[in-house]
């Protein structure tokens, strides 16, 4: 992937010429689109738009920045741009199953996430994570309890602040944000639901699901508001099953879903592929 890549990412109330105009001002100043890819809303009357693009010929990102700006008045546009070789930062919160958690350490080590880890916070001591390579990984260990909630939310806001995070991913992270922090998070913090929402909620869901007979299991990863478990879904993915499963087998699929469910959210939103759409999302699949 070149270098030089730039990622344009945009939203606006739908209207002829949208597409027009922001080639125009790319061309304009010595730009070239190497992918694009469009939405239009009929239900909400919105225009979504992803564009990857380089410059040629002497072009600049600034000048295009300040067309941006001028198009952004008129068309009423909500829009991000970012060169493609910068590397989002994450931190990661993650309870006792660490499945998640090592899925993501792999495919960063690997290079298949173009991340920097800013972090592990853990309500649960290091020691759980022996057996991960954790070198060069700053390790929070913030035990919380109903009492001491506020103040453990507080430290991991100010991890977030301090190390410039870009997004926070819950990595079967099985504490309840509060709807403070879910807000100071919003649009930049994931979630791994270990079902397919909306459906069996709270405790124990796959022997929920194998209590009620279910024929497939599913997990959901969204982004995480203050309403619990119904935040905008980014990617789900379902495993059939069968009679002769048990609850173990249920689990033991569920963590294979859950590992590829998680990552390929992560990897879409890092990648620009994820636009909110309202209580929705609008993802450009790689």
């Known amino acids: 992937m070149p270098t030089n890549s730039h990622i344009l990412t945009f939203s606006c109330p739908n209207r002829p010429g949208i597409v027009a105009a922001v080639a125009r001002a790319l061309f ?28 040629v010929a002497g072009g600049e990102i600034a000048a ?122 919003a649009g930049r913090c994931i979630n791994i639901h270990h079902s397919f ?3 069996f909620k709270g405790a124990r869901p796959y022997h929920q699901a194998h209590s009620r007979g279910v024929k497939l299991i599913g997990a959901t990863a969204h982004y995480v508001t203050a309403d619990l478990d119904e935040g905008p879904i980014i990617e789900q ?10 609850p173990d087998d249920l689990v033991r699929k569920g963590r294979d879903i859950e590992r590829r469910v998680l990552s390929r959210a992560v990897f879409w939103h890092i990648d620009g592929r994820v636009i909110l759409n309202g209580v929705r999302t609008v993802v450009f699949r790689d």
């Not at 068309?75 to 741009?81: A, G, I, P």
């Not at 993915?237 to 048990?246: A, G, K, L, N």
């Open 197 to 199: 929402l909306p459906g």
């Open 237 to 246: 993915d379902v495993e059939r099953i069968s009679h002769q499963d048990q």
């Open 64 to 185: 295009f920045h300040e067309a941006l700006l001028s198009l952004a008045d008129s068309l009423q546009m909500k829009w991000t741009m970012r060169a493609q070789a910068e590397r989002p930062r994450l931190l990661i919160l993650v309870s006792r199953f660490d499945h998640c958690l090592a899925d993501l350490l792999y495919r960063w080590r690997i290079g298949e996430l173009a991340i920097d880890i800013a972090g592990i916070v853990s309500n649960h001591p290091r020691e759980i994570y022996i057996h991960h390579d954790l070198t060069g990984i700053p390790f929070d260990h913030l035990p919380v309890t109903p009492q001491t909630r506020p103040q453990q939310e507080a430290a991991i806001w100010k991890i977030v602040g301090e190390r410039k995070v870009d997004l926070v991913v819950l990595a079967r992270y099985m504490q309840i944000l509060s709807d403070e922090l879910s807000a100071k998070l």
């Open 28 to 55: 304009e100043c010595g730009g070239n689109i190497q992918e694009a890819h469009q939405y239009d809303d009929v239900e909400t009357n919105v225009f979504f738009a992803r564009i990857r693009f380089n410059f």
